[in-house]
């Protein structure tokens, strides 16, 4: 092994380097998944309780979507030969940590929605998505 002190410095430049690309703030991973941002088009209230709708693929689609506060709320999420990270959900305000089919539709109750943002992730933490309550 090195002793040279610079060999550490380029490492860990690489390793943060790649944390940008693959999945944190303002890399590709991100990017992709807040440009799916909705306006309630994937949010329907169905006796009495609202359902947001997210496709679980190479990330969530939308990455963001917008719901009402104060309503009983499921997510569901829609699986197409789906693969990956992103079929593993963690909701960790909820403690919701739940694994989906590779192809079909999981619901995962979250109760009434206060206002704010509830964030949810891959279980990898490199896919983002969320549902802002107003």
Known sequence: MSSNPFVY??????????????GGSGGPATDAVVSGTATGSNVEVVAGKQIVTIAADEGYSP????????????????????????????IPTLRISEDLPS??????????????TLTGTCSMGMYKFAVVAS
């Open 9 to 22: 410095i380029i490492g860990a430049v690489a390793i943060i380097g790649a944390f940008f690309v693959f």
């Open 63 to 90: 990455g963001s979507s917008s719901a009402k506060a104060g309503l009983p709320t499921v997510l569901r999420f829609k699986t197409a030969n789906s693969f990956g990270c992103t079929t593993s959900i963690r």
């Open 103 to 116: 192809t079909g539709t999981t619901d995962i109750d979250v109760g009434t929605l206060a206002a704010g």
